[in-house]
């Protein structure tokens, strides 16, 4: 993966030495080296990076993951997962000489054919290169990297052979490498590339984000305020139970939210739990906590389930209020698929935006509450919110065309003559969507469209009602914390109350200030008040106000119409 893709003119190539090049030395002994230039500016090396520039800890100069790791990374364990999880798609929806028994109608690509219809040459393209492929992640590390595994799952052996082409055409003698500065380069020829479709983390969508879209901090509070949030997650003896507990633990178990993370990547990288908390599958020996028993599955389900509440509540609002746009991206290589009289039915008007042609595969690497959202969205019903996301959790959603549309029963069933399975880890749900038959695999993708496209939208609603939840577009941001916080301060009216508060206050100090600085003295707000004196400058040059002069703030004295500078 290259972020941008490399420019052709900027990829160095080794080839045969134009002998018209008079900028190589005739008496070179290295006749190999002189056999051959180089395409660019340079010779391509390898970069080493060493965090070792920081070595007194005791003056707190120091690296603290010295570049080995980062916070979020995907773990080993992570990488064996995603990559099975390729494989499993691999033989499920690819045909080849791994599994040519594949129908060919349930077959994405059928690599047997003998059409060669995605060899990448004449004119045609591989299955990992577009318009066959379309992949959409986040600019997170390990949803990136999730979704790179799990493309090595599915198409690893055929970049290999690419790989393997691009070797043999280099040294062969049959294979004619035109060089960059020329009009047509075979395709064939180029690196194995895959095209990872993202955004700016603190912009995207692939997951709930209040900064684009502050409404979601009212339907949180909205959902932490009712009745059944607050007997469940704050009134109930097993809640009491747990946040004391927390507090006990202290440390990273600070949050209720956060004690699931510190957990799970605790224990599925071998590291030391808390003894109170180190009893997962295992017996405990009869020996019980003031607590009880099965605290790590009780501390896990207390840290999750007040936000999969969240995520269901009010018919799943907070979900799809969330997600409305994502769904608008997945919609976008659903669509184009459908027929057209479906597709001028759901998107007559044109507002979602079809990727044309599109793309057999889609994939959208995300995190698990990404994936407990779409869940919540497609109704109560797919989803109880008892239970989080696995790790490498899979949904799958597949599209099919009905082909036997001569009876009368199952054009009743699936009118459209097209239909859609859902998938998730493995389990076949479809049957759970409302308006979906209880008794086949298989729904009318118009159940699909009409609960989707209720709120699937990018004109979002995002405007909150609670000043305090009033965030800044990114467009409006600075590039200082200092002008940060000013900007933030004009973002609401209790903001900008206080600094019209501040800015009166000031003026009233500096007018006092000033007052001294020129008289000496601090003035007399009862005299002035009750007129019993008269303020006037300039008492060194023994000037007095008498009967019938008039003092005045600016230095001067006023007597008969005329004027004094005093």
């Known amino acids: 993966m290259t972020s941008p893709p490399a420019e052709p003119e900027i990829s160095f190539i080794e080839r045969p030495r134009d002998p018209s090049n008079t900028n190589v030395a005739a008496d070179d002994d290295d006749d190999e080296t002189n056999s051959l230039e180089l395409d660019g500016l340079g010779a391509m090396f390898l970069y080493e990076k060493r965090y070792d520039a920081l070595q007194n800890p005791t003056s707190n100069l120091k690296n603290e993951l010295n570049g080995t790791c980062q916070n979020g990374q995907l773990l080993l364990?992570?990488?064996?997962?995603?990559l099975h999880n390729g494989q499993m798609l691999r033989s499920t929806y690819i045909r080849g000489e791994r599994n040519p028994h594949l129908s060919e109608h349930l077959a994405l690509f059928d690599l047997t054919s003998s059409e060669d219809l995605y060899s990448g040459h004449n004119g045609t393209r591989r299955p990992y290169e577009a318009p066959h492929l379309y992949v959409r992640s986040d600019d997170e590390?390990?949803?990136?990297m999730s979704g790179q595994v799990l493309l090595r799952g599915i198409f690893g052996d055929l970049v290999q052979k690419h790989w393997d082409e691009i070797s043999k055409g280099a040294v062969g003698d049959d294979v004619v490498v035109t060089d960059f500065g020329g009009t047509e380069q075979d395709d064939s020829m180029m690196d194995p590339t895959i095209v990872v479709h993202t955004a700016d983390k603190w912009q995207d969508i692939v997951d709930p984000n209040a900064n684009v879209c502050p409404r979601l901090k009212d339907l949180e509070k909205e959902a932490e305020a009712s009745k059944e949030f607050a007997k469940k997650f704050l009134h109930s003896e097993e809640s009491r139970m747990m946040r004391k507990l927390l507090s006990e633990l202290g440390g990273d178990f600070g949050r209720w939210d956060d004690s699931q993370d510190c957990m799970m990547t605790a224990i599925c990288n071998d590291l030391d739990l808390p003894n109170l908390l180190d009893d997962y599958g295992r017996d405990t020996g009869g020996k019980e906590s003031p607590y009880g028993k099965n605290l790590f599955r009780r501390m896990n389900d207390f840290s999750y389930q007040p936000y999969n509440y969240m995520l269901r509540y009010n018919d799943a609002a907070y979900s799809k209020l969330a997600f409305a746009p994502l769904w608008v991206e997945m919609l976008s290589n659903i669509l184009p698929h459908l027929r057209p009289e479906i597709q001028k039915q759901y998107n007559n008007m044109g507002k979602i935006k079809t990727n044309d042609p599109p793309p057999k595969l889609a994939i959208f690497?995300?995190?698990?509450?990404?994936?407990?959202?779409?869940?919540?969205t497609l109704g109560e019903e797919m989803w109880d919110g008892e239970d989080w996301a696995p790790y490498a959790s899979l949904m799958v959603i597949e599209l099919h065309d009905i082909i036997d549309s001569s009876s009368a029963e199952v054009v009743k069933v699936y009118p459209s003559g097209q239909a859609f399975r859902l998938v998730y880890n493995g389990d076949i749900i479809t049957t759970k969507m409302r308006g979906c038959p209880i008794d086949s695999e298989l729904c009318d993708v118009t159940i699909l469209l009409n609960r989707v496209l209720s709120f699937a939208t990018e004109y979002r609603d995002c405007e909150s009602t609670d000043d305090s939840n009033a965030i800044l577009n990114v467009d409006t941001l600075s590039k200082s914390p200092v002008d940060d916080a000013i900007m933030a301060l004009f973002a609401t009216w209790k903001g900008i109350c206080v600094f019209l508060f501040t800015v009166l206050v000031s003026g009233c100090i500096g007018c006092v200030i000033t007052f001294v600085m020129l008289t000496?003295?601090?003035p007399n707000f009862w005299s002035c008040s009750k007129r019993r004196s008269s303020l006037r400058y300039g008492e060194a040059a023994g000037d007095?106000?008498?009967?019938?002069?008039v003092g005045t703030s600016y230095g001067t004295t006023t007597r008969n119409k005329d004027v004094r500078i005093t």
């Open 544 to 549: 007095e106000l008498n009967a019938g002069e």
């Open 77 to 82: 364990r992570g990488y064996a997962q995603e």
């Open 520 to 522: 000496g003295r601090f």
């Open 365 to 376: 690497s995300g995190h698990d509450t990404t994936l407990l959202a779409i869940l919540a």
């Open 141 to 144: 590390q390990r949803t990136i």
